[in-house]
Structure formats: structure tokens, C-alpha cells
């Protein structure tokens, strides 16, 4: 018999489906969801499909992977991504039956779709290099593999994009009967472009690391001079590719995407609007409210306040906005002083790119009443606005992340807290606001809660 194991984070939409495809397959006794501290409901729609759910102890892929096959009860694993829906019928056939046949140890899956960026720019050539007897596998970054879990208990993960070429690697060294199989057609989420360069980064470090602890597989200055110019061409690709996103915009999220201010829904849900009124007239100081105000929220749970973020309503036709501008060749970002718990949740329901927010800490499913501060919120020598604790320093961040001039930003808030924004960014937009101050700093004011006037500055 075969235990399935999933890692997960934040797939909610596909991880109930993926369940049901390996509950479908006879040989299948057991499905492991190694839950990697979601933000949403993946966890509980994964227990409610029937799986096994283990809640990370800690965040990323190898740590998920290695708890998944100490918690399993067979000898052969299969590792599927949760983000795949549909799978092709018989994955997971195709993936196990060498093994059962006792022809391989471990078997990586491919399928019908073009390598991604990584593997043709830096896995492959590296691979060719340093361990030429893996070179010809066609995606060795595949996450879809099976093998025998005598061999997976010698691995040692990495924790990052490395940890599936890591596997591939360490089990050809460890003499293990290897072999890539054809799986059928996939509709694979691509990285986006601006997560490529920590990827090549993370995949080059694994590989390089696998090989500098062979005793006859030293870097010699040949392959080194190799190396920089396998990382020289994926940087070139990198830069030429994110110089199409040059135009941007920010949006507040409180009482401008959101209807209503997210903490005040919670205090009339929870019933301390007193006490959030009282820190509100007695603390002037943003970053100790900010933190006073989390105190509030300490033992709530991540499904309590998803179930108040859930029930709030959205300004008029912010979808089909976003849509459009994303459309229209621009990057679609949130940036608030809320949680990013709720603001990943309002990303994903409006189909914006990223969002920048405070860290609200949990533990064991709770919230401790933390909130960790992102240090681009606060000013440094190359701040544009003066300010220690400002949104322009997180968009000043965000403008670098991205490749993004900041006069092709429009920002787009609603009160006191973004003016400073409003005034930097290329154009200003005041939304619904009451603040006289913003609205005479802003390019553009708009009065209705409808994000349809935005469309005008594209």
C-alpha cells in the first residue's frame, strides 16, 4: 500500500480536489497534508476530504516533507503538490509501479509541459557540469516524485527551492536505483518572474553544496568560471523580464478596498470596541498602538478572524479593476498597517499581486498577541520621506523589489496614514476620504466607493 504526502500552504482552492484524486487510486491507505502554517482554510478542508493533517512545526517545504514521512505508515511515499488540480488519472501509477516492481528506488515525475525558467537557465547547465550522470532528466525540479521511505529517512532537506533537486541529487549519490517517468499534461503554476532570482539562488546553492561534499567532485577554476556565467545569463534573463512591469499600483486596505476597517469589525465581533477606543484617544505613538492593538486580538483564532474578513464587504467592482489594470501591464499591490494574514485574504479574493503588511504572530493556531513590525516600513538613509515608521518607506521597498519607478506608482488610501504616500507616489489618489489634507495633496479624489475612476490614470 502508498502513502500520499502533500505539503500545503495556502491552497485552499485545490487541496480538497487533490485529496479526492488520491483517494480515488486502490493502492492509496493513506493521505498525509503536512500543513505549512496556512493562512487560510487549507488545513480544515484537508481534514474534512479525509487526510491526515500535521501542522508544521515550522515553515517550509523540507521541514513538511520530512514530518510527512516520519509520520507515514508504508514503505513507498508519493509527493504530490497541492496546487495541482487535475492531476493526469493515473499519477500516481505511473510514478509507483517501478518501485513496486522493484525496477527503481525513487522516481521523479515529468509531464507535457515546457521546462521552466530555472531548469534550462540553471539547473541543467549546473547539473552538467557537476553531476553529468543526472543531466539528462528533463525536470529535475519536478516536486510530483515516489520512493522508498529506507531511502527518504537518509535525506537530509534542504528548506527552500533547493529541496527537490537536493533529493535527486542525494539519492544518486547514495547509489539509489533512479528514474524520471512521464506522467502526462499538467497546467503547472509558473513562478512569477520576481520570485526566480531567490529560486536560481536556492536551487544553485544545493546543488553546488551536494557537490563540494564529494571528495572527487571538487570546483575546479574552469567550473567555477562555468558557474558565473550560467548566474550572469539567468540575472540578465531576470532583469529584461521584470522591466515590462514598470507601472504600479498601491492600495490601502482598510476602508478603501474593505468597506469597513478590518480591527473594528473584530472588536464589535469580539467586544472590546472600548478598550480599542481608549488605546485609539491615549496612544499617539503609530508603532506602540500598533502593537497595543494586537494585544487585543491575543487568543483569537486564524479561523475567527478569516470567518470576520470573510463577511466584509468590498468597494464596488475592485475585481474587475484590478483585472484591468493587471491587464493593462501593471503590478497590483496592497500595502497596509493591518495583518498579512488578512491582507494575503483580500489579495487572493481581488486577484492583486502582492501584499505588504504587519506580521500578526501565531501559535498552534492562535494569535499570541504579537505583532512583529516589517523593517521596510521604517526609514533608513535612503528613506525619500523623512519619516521612521511610514507606508512611502514599504512602497519606496516595494518600488525596488520590483524594478518600478516610484512617479509610475498610483496610491490609491483614504485617511491621515496616507498622505505621505498619496504625496510621493507618481499620482495620488484620495478614496472616499474625510481627511480635507489628503484630498487637497491627492491628483485625483474620488467620492463614491467605486474603484471604476481609477481606470482613467492607466
Not at 230 to 240: A, D, F, G, P, Y
Request: glycine share 6%; with cysteine; charged share 25%.
Amino acid at each position: 500500500m502508498l502513502t500520499v504526502v502533500i505539503p500545503a500552504l495556502n491552497e485552499e482552492k485545490t487541496i480538497g480536489q487533490v485529496i479526492n484524486f488520491c483517494q480515488a487510486d486502490p493502492d492509496v491507505s493513506e493521505i498525509i497534508v503536512v500543513d505549512d502554517s496556512s493562512e487560510d482554510k487549507t488545513a480544515s478542508i484537508a481534514a474534512h476530504a479525509g487526510a491526515k493533517v500535521i501542522i508544521s512545526a515550522s515553515r517550509g517545504k523540507g521541514i513538511s516533507m520530512r514530518e510527512g514521512i516520519d509520520g507515514s505508515t508504508n514503505e513507498i511515499i508519493v509527493f504530490l503538490d497541492a496546487d495541482i488540480d487535475p492531476y493526469p488519472e493515473n499519477s500516481i501509477k505511473e510514478l509507483t509501479v517501478p518501485i513496486v516492481n522493484s525496477e527503481a528506488d525513487f522516481v521523479k515525475g515529468a509531464f507535457a509541459r515546457n521546462a521552466g525558467r530555472v531548469t534550462e537557465l540553471v539547473a541543467k547547465p549546473l547539473l552538467t557540469i557537476l553531476f553529468p550522470g543526472l543531466s539528462h532528466f528533463s525536470q529535475p525540479l519536478s516536486g510530483m516524485i515516489a520512493g522508498k521511505k529506507t531511502f527518504f529517512q537518509k535525506i537530509e532537506f534542504f528548506n527552500d527551492y533547493g529541496v527537490d533537486i537536493g533529493i535527486l541529487i542525494d539519492m544518486y549519490l547514495m547509489k539509489a536505483r533512479v528514474k524520471e517517468v512521464n506522467i502526462g499534461y499538467i497546467e503547472n503554476k509558473s513562478k512569477p518572474w520576481e520570485a526566480l532570482g531567490k529560486m536560481s539562488r536556492e536551487v544553485s546553492r544545493a546543488i553546488i553544496t551536494k557537490a563540494q561534499g564529494q571528495e572527487n567532485n571538487a570546483l575546479s577554476v574552469e567550473s567555477a568560471n562555468s558557474l558565473e556565467v550560467i548566474q550572469r545569463e539567468m540575472n540578465n534573463v531576470l532583469r529584461e523580464n521584470l522591466s515590462v512591469y514598470n507601472k504600479m499600483i498601491v492600495l490601502d486596505m482598510d476602508e478603501t478596498i474593505l468597506k469597513k476597517r478590518f480591527i473594528n469589525e473584530c472588536a464589535e465581533s469580539f467586544g472590546f470596541m472600548p478598550q480599542l477606543e481608549e488605546l485609539r484617544f491615549r496612544e499617539k505613538d503609530p508603532i506602540i498602538l500598533t502593537k497595543r492593538i494586537g494585544l487585543l486580538l491575543k487568543n483569537r483564532t486564524m479561523d475567527e478572524l478569516l470567518h470576520v474578513i470573510s463577511n466584509m464587504e468590498m468597494a464596488d467592482n475592485i475585481k474587475e479593476v484590478v483585472q484591468t489594470f493587471r491587464q493593462k501591464g501593471y503590478l497590483v499591490g496592497i500595502i497596509s498597517h493591518s495583518y498579512t494574514l488578512i491582507a494575503n485574504y483580500v489579495k487572493q479574493q481581488i486577484g492583486a499581486d502582492f501584499s505588504v503588511a504587519h506580521q500578526l504572530e501565531f501559535f498552534e493556531g492562535k494569535a499570541t498577541g504579537e505583532v512583529n513590525l516589517p523593517s521596510y516600513f521604517f526609514g533608513s538613509p535612503d528613506s525619500i520621506c523623512g519619516h521612521s515608521f511610514c507606508k512611502t518607506n514599504a512602497l519606496q521597498h516595494v518600488c525596488e523589489k520590483y524594478n518600478v519607478a516610484m512617479k509610475n506608482c498610483i496610491a490609491v488610501g483614504d485617511n491621515k496614514d496616507d498622505r505621505c504616500i498619496i504625496a510621493y507616489a507618481g499620482k495620488g489618489v484620495a478614496f472616499c476620504t474625510s481627511d480635507e489634507l489628503l484630498e487637497k495633496i491627492a491628483h485625483k479624489s474620488i467620492k463614491e466607493r467605486n474603484f471604476e475612476p481609477l481606470l482613467a490614470l492607466a
